[in-house]
């Protein structure tokens, strides 16, 4: 029985054979790890390549010489129609994403042995991945709805007041709630208004502003609460739970969604919500997707660009605005005749039943 965190051991067989694809897999998952890969992805990779050498091997497919582009096709065919059980019990296939991820890393692998002489051509080299659709815009909050959720918490109690200063921490930042949970009181810099981002995902450190109010309940936070919490061995760690450590991410967002649902908000999502709406609510309000990207640790500007969809509600009023011809009756030269706006609704409407009929 593996240990809490630790993953159970593929039941690969011959792994003694230095030419199999579970050494060889071995070894690449070792190369990542030297290059300098984040944890989390040597993970995934380790992961993705694990279920194709077992679904190989079930097959009589046991080096990686004997791997052929018909063969990955047929892999990729058996992740299209696989099907998973979801929390609801029901089946569900694969998503295009889940599939692309799982077939590049099988493409990274055999990529890796062609290039280090353990095969003479590499049989993935022309192997399509499939098409991944676009993410669709995360819903968020609207501004009223972040003040309701950020008059939750019991500033009567020390825990209320360091949730208080988690949340508009996240608020304000735009932080992942790994990055949050990892954050160190050094890493505050308040007479510059910033803070230090060490652990990012892929371990890419960035430096980011925080507003005066976040920076203000972490004061309080700092000066009234933590003192209580922290325990000899203190690691310097920011925020803290009621037994003196670090916060796990999970806990976080139980944390989060609590108050979410406390405050009568209906919209699915906790800490990740905060991040989307920071974006979303700067990028109305003017801010460059640039700017955007550096706040939120986005390695490419592709990552970012999803919250353009998201501020369609403030390019809308900006078209409403300034556009001549947006509104009925707006004193333009072709506005004789216009019908009301109740008049093209039920033309409209009409037309529908036409097409329905």
């Not at 108050?259 to 990028?283: D, E, I, N, Q, W």
């Not at 001549?324 to 072709?334: I, T, Y």
Request: aromatic share 8%.
């Amino acid at each position: 029985m593996p240990a809490r965190g630790q993953r159970k051991p593929w039941p690969f067989l011959a792994p003694e054979d230095p030419l199999g694809m579970p050494a060889l897999r071995l070894s690449w998952i070792e190369a990542l790890k030297t290059r300098g890969f984040s944890e989390a992805h040597v993970q995934n990779c380790e992961s993705a390549l694990g279920a194709f050498v077992l679904w190989a091997q079930e097959r009589g497919v046991t080096k990686a010489r004997d791997v052929t582009k018909p063969v990955l096709e047929s892999y990729q065919r058996w992740l299209f129609y696989l099907r998973r059980e979801t929390k609801t019990g029901s089946d569900e296939p694969l998503s295009m994403r889940t599939q692309a991820e799982k077939l590049s890393a099988v493409k990274g692998f055999f990529r890796w042995l062609a290039k280090n002489g353990y095969l003479l051509a590499n049989p993935a080299s022309e192997l399509e991945l499939p098409k991944i659709p676009p993410r669709r815009p995360p819903e968020v909050f609207t501004v009223a709805e972040v003040e309701q959720i950020l008059a939750q918490p019991d500033l009567s109690t020390a825990c209320g007041v360091r949730d208080r200063a988690i949340l508009e921490t996240l608020y304000s930042t735009g932080m992942r709630r790994k990055e949050l949970s990892r954050l160190a009181v050094a890493d505050i810099h308040a007479e510059a208004g910033i803070l230090r981002v060490r652990h990012g995902k892929g371990r890419r450190e960035r430096i980011i502003p925080i507003g005066s109010r976040a920076l203000a309940w972490i004061h309080r936070y700092l000066a009234e609460v933590r003192p209580q919490l922290a325990t000899t061995a203190d690691d310097r760690t920011l925020f803290l739970t009621y037994t003196g450590k670090p916060f796990w991410p999970d806990t976080l967002t139980v944390m989060a969604r609590e108050y979410v649902k406390k405050a009568g908000v209906t919209k699915p999502g906790s800490c990740h919500l905060f991040r989307h709406t920071m974006a979303t609510l700067m990028l109305e309000n003017g801010a460059d997707i640039r700017f955007i990207q550096e706040m939120l640790g986005h390695a490419t500007l592709q990552a970012t660009e999803i919250y353009t969809h998201v501020s369609i509600r403030a390019l809308k009023e900006i078209h409403s605005a300034t556009h001549p011809g947006a509104a009925l009756g707006s004193g333009g030269a072709h506005d004789d005749g216009a019908p009301s706006a109740e008049e093209l609704l039920s033309a409209l409407a009409a037309e529908a039943e036409e097409e329905a009929g």
